[in-house]
């Protein structure tokens, strides 16, 4: 999958392609729907299929203070639309400039003359342009006088729920993965490389794979049965873990972070990138009165975790 980060910039062989427009935060069933449909313009067309996204989010570009809210981060997100099969990715900046473009001018600079897209699918309530102003009836006819086909997709439910990233939120704050994945259509993942910490797990018996969770809309903390895909390195492979997210309350830390165990694993992760997939919520974390009874609990965890894998 090839990315392209500046709509002003192309080459040839990025222009063209019938592409899905969105944030496209977790890659949920609705956003696979209208990358499916875009998918079926491409085949049509006989062009390459993308995806048109923003980084930051534009949500993050007008509160940068507000509460982490993304689902995923931008890597992530590149992984599971590589997964998906999409052909190029316009990953564009979503700076001054593009903010301040009018739902014409968004249709005309950047769909048609930047990027050339020969059709676009987008959401029922997809809008665009300076303060939200263009409507998907605005696309359809910027689209007709511009020579681009415009796709309305419908909105996604699963059972009785409206398929959003809002409700994806809302399923992972109540410490249900499984709700989550419901929606989501793959189990919810966190992704980024090892870092550093204290070596505490290791001194417990317990040695695990740190990440950091900044920027990412924080799931209920506590201890998790884990998916574990290390994705470079010597070790690449798939694992079965249990993983700690929080802020370490036994140890007076209040940075969250994701602390990951991986079954019947020895070697250095150290750097390696891990994709991390919450399965089910085992318990919240806590302060235990000893080293001992915190090491009782873990032996618990990785226990009961082990099972809830083995029965996937």
């Not at 949920?28 to 930051?56: C, K, M, N, S, W």
């Not at 564009?92 to 473009?101: E, H, I, K, T, V």
């Amino acid at each position: 999958m090839r990315i392209v980060r500046d709509h002003q910039f192309t080459t040839p062989e990025d222009r063209g392609a019938a592409a899905a427009i969105g944030n496209f935060d977790g890659v949920h069933l609705g956003h696979i729907a209208v990358i499916d449909q875009a998918r079926a313009e491409a085949a049509r067309l006989h062009v390459p299929l993308g995806v048109v996204t923003f980084e930051p989010h534009p949500r993050q570009y007008f509160a940068p203070d507000a509460p982490p809210f993304r689902l995923t981060g931008p890597e992530a997100r590149a992984n599971r639309l590589a997964k998906l099969g999409v052909d190029v990715l316009y990953e564009l900046q979503f700076n001054a400039a593009m903010a301040a473009l009018s739902p014409e001018g968004f249709a005309g600079e950047v769909l048609r003359d930047g990027l050339g897209l020969a059709h676009v699918v987008v959401g029922s309530d997809f809008c665009f342009g300076k303060d939200r102003a263009g409507s998907v009836a605005d696309l359809k006819r910027f689209g007709a006088t511009m020579g681009f086909g415009v796709t309305v997709a419908e909105m996604v439910t699963a059972g009785e729920t409206r398929v959003s990233s809002t409700a994806i939120r809302e399923a992972l704050s109540r410490g249900r993965p499984r709700e989550a994945q419901a929606l989501l259509g793959h189990w919810h993942r966190i992704e980024g490389p090892v870092i550093g910490g204290e070596q505490r797990g290791r001194e417990l018996g317990y040695p695990t794979a740190n990440m950091s969770i900044e920027g990412l809309h924080p799931p209920r903390f506590g201890v998790y049965a884990v998916l574990v895909d290390v994705l470079d390195g010597p070790s690449a492979g798939a694992y079965h873990g249990a993983a700690s997210l929080g802020v370490r309350p036994m140890f007076g830390e209040n940075r969250a972070n994701l602390e990951t165990y991986l079954f019947d694993f020895s070697g250095d992760l150290y750097g390696a990138h891990l994709s991390v997939a919450l399965v089910e919520f085992l318990r919240p974390e806590e302060r235990f009165d000893s080293l001992d009874a915190l090491i009782a609990q873990m032996d618990a965890d990785c226990a009961r975790a082990r099972a809830v894998l083995e029965a996937l």
